[in-house]
């Protein structure tokens, strides 16, 4: 049997499509945990337990649990930074006016556009499922702010694309 053949089989495809959909699982998972621990003053020690409660709650059966762990404890040690990034990439738009669900879509796109692994999450993937996130959360136009200000990053970082 040939590697192509393998890689390319009906079970294996199904298996990427399942992974897919539990990192998207995932990551709104972890908006919707940024989203209470920003709404309730980003008490110290809060975001973990509405993390473990929202996995409980919203995840049963989710594959790769350290994931969500690593995807809002990374958001929340780096959020001085990127938040100060968000600032200067959207300057018309102090966070405090930005819709608490669309910043912390912004700060989950940034932070997997600037701190993880490329190979495991790709900066397009990081930004497509930050839209698409924004989109199912919070609406058509909100999908294009963020779609803006991850592409705005995006281009300073990568000037030659």
């Known amino acids: 049997m040939h590697l192509r053949g393998v890689l390319a089989s009906p079970a294996n495809y199904k298996l990427k499509i399942q992974g897919m959909?539990?990192?998207?699982?995932?990551?709104?998972i972890v908006m919707q945990s940024l989203y209470e621990w920003d709404f309730y003053g980003k008490k110290e020690?809060?975001?973990?337990?509405?993390?473990?409660?929202?996995?409980?709650d919203f995840g049963p059966g989710l594959e790769d649990l350290d994931f969500v762990r690593k995807l809002s404890s990374g958001v929340q040690s780096h959020i001085a930074d990127i938040d100060n990034i968000i600032e200067k990439a959207a300057p018309e738009w102090p966070m405090s006016q930005i819709p608490i669900i669309d910043r912390n879509v912004l700060r989950i796109g940034l932070y997997e556009l600037l701190y993880s692994n490329k190979e495991?999450?790709?900066?397009?993937?990081?930004?497509?499922?930050?839209i698409e996130l924004a989109k199912n959360f919070s609406g058509q136009i909100s999908g294009?702010?963020?779609?803006?200000?991850?592409?705005?990053?995006?281009?300073?970082?990568?000037?030659?694309?």
């Open 21 to 28: 959909a539990s990192r998207h699982l995932s990551r709104s």
């Open 45 to 56: 020690g809060f975001l973990e337990k509405v993390v473990e409660r929202n996995i409980r």
């Open 120 to 130: 495991e999450v790709p900066p397009k993937v990081a930004i497509n499922e930050a």
């Open 144 to 161: 294009k702010f963020v779609n803006g200000v991850l592409g705005t990053v995006y281009k300073q970082l990568n000037p030659q694309t």
